[in-house]
């Protein structure tokens, strides 16, 4: 069985397996760091855990999301404004969990 883990990363929850790429709002890490997530539940061959474990993660790079537009209108007054905005956000991998990698990870 692959171990799984949810974390606590950058205001959100997410479930993660070793090996996945996450788009997380950005993160005041450097580019190629490694560091370690909050961890609320972990599994290791079936035993669940909360609140402990051991979950590595890289950051990969920081970047832009794909612009998303914001528009206004209101009938029969003219009245028409569109905006977009681009949010910063953080492509992180999942290196491994409690000692699982990726390349372990057979089944998902």
């Known amino acids: 069985m ?10 959100s929850q997410h479930l993660v397996y070793p090996g ?6 950005k993160l005041e890490i450097d580019e190629g ?24 993660a890289q950051v990969i790079k ?7 537009y914001i528009v206004k209108f209101r009938a029969k ?8 905005h ?4 953080s492509i992180v991998k999942i290196l491994s969990i409690n000692n699982e990698t990726s390349e372990n990870n057979q089944q998902k």
């Open 2 to 11: 692959a171990n799984l883990a949810i974390i606590k990363l950058a205001g």
């Open 20 to 25: 996945d790429i996450l788009k997380v709002n």
């Open 33 to 56: 760091t490694e560091f370690q997530p909050e961890i609320i539940l972990s599994t290791d061959n079936g035993n669940i855990s909360l609140n402990s474990g051991n979950v590595v």
């Open 62 to 68: 920081h970047t832009k999301d794909k612009k998303m």
């Open 77 to 84: 007054s003219r009245y028409r404004r569109k905006k977009g």
């Open 86 to 89: 681009r949010q910063h956000v």
